[in-house]
């Protein structure tokens, strides 16, 4: 089984909606998939408001069995695993007892048990508490990068405590890096993808690039991932299916090609 931590040095990037979308789609393509957040805020609860009232991660960390904490979706290959009802005056707590990585890795020792493929870990924004938690006890971090310049500029501090984090000997490790909310027609959303195909080596971005577009926010008032806006999935639910297909080959869920004559190349229209 694999762990998918999404990671972000400031709030505001997208990051619960891409989690929801990549799990929904991963679980499209035959991965079983639990989807689960580490954050107080709740923003599964937020994004998901049909979503029946569930134990989540706080009780299954006081000892609730996990196949009790988690919901079931209308797919057999999705879970949603909530944070779960956390009064105010506990998150520091919550926080703390995350914070090592030991929790992080019985959730995936439990979810590997329970037959899930893929565990995928919804982060507060920034490197502290339970996100901290999930870099040391997970394998792969996946960032969302908002086309916009103060998320750009939020990468420094975060890429430079991954490295610090990767040193003191978190199993996390940085698999690359997601544009998300692009605007081909801004200039200062342009300027920083471009920014980021010359700053860093082409493995770690992702070729898939999510634009910002009217139907997220019309997904999200809904409650719903993208593909199921309506019965025929809408043409940009496409853009995570590309991620996913990205993400597959990146946490070794596919191989890739052995070989030249597996690669992907343009088939002749003739035979």
Same mark, same amino acid.
């Given at each position: ?7 972000? /040095? ?19 393509? /035959? ?9 107080? @805020? ?68 439990? @979810?590997? $048990? $329970? ?52 040193? $003191?000997? @978190? ?10 909310? +692009? ?16 700053? +860093? ?56 090609? $052995? ?13």
């Amino acid at each position: 089984m694999k762990i998918l931590t999404l990671v972000s /040095g400031k709030g505001g990037v997208g990051r619960t909606t891409l989690t929801l979308n990549l799990a929904y789609a991963m679980a499209q393509r /035959g991965f079983r998939v639990l989807a689960a957040e580490v954050d107080p @805020a709740a923003g599964f609860r937020q994004a998901l408001p049909a979503m029946k009232e569930s134990n989540g991660v706080a009780r299954w960390m006081t000892g609730t069995p996990l196949s009790q904490c988690y919901t079931e979706t209308r797919i057999d290959t999705l879970k949603i695993l909530e944070v779960g009802p956390i009064p105010l005056r506990d998150r520091g707590e919550f926080h703390e007892e995350l914070a090592s990585g030991s929790q992080v890795r019985r959730l995936a020792k439990e @979810a590997g $048990e $329970e037959g899930f493929d893929l565990l995928m870990l919804d982060t507060p924004a920034g490197l502290a508490g339970a996100t901290l938690g999930a870099i040391r006890g997970g394998e792969y971090v996946l960032v969302p990068v908002q086309a916009e310049p103060l998320a750009a500029r939020a990468l420094i501090p975060l890429l430079e405590g991954l490295a610090e984090l990767r040193n $003191e000997g @978190a199993t996390g490790v940085l698999t690359g890096f997601v544009v998300n909310m +692009f605007q081909q027609r801004d200039p200062d959303s342009l300027s920083v993808v471009l920014d980021l195909w010359s700053s +860093f080596p082409p493995l770690l971005v992702l070729e898939s690039v999510i634009p910002r577009d009217p139907i997220f926010g019309r997904a999200s008032t809904l409650g719903v991932p993208v593909a199921l806006l309506r019965r025929q999935a809408p043409p940009m639910a496409r853009v995570f299916e590309q991620l996913a297909e990205e993400v597959e080959y990146r946490l070794g869920l596919r191989p890739y090609p $052995e070989n030249e004559e597996d690669e992907d190349k343009p088939i002749c229209l003739f035979s």
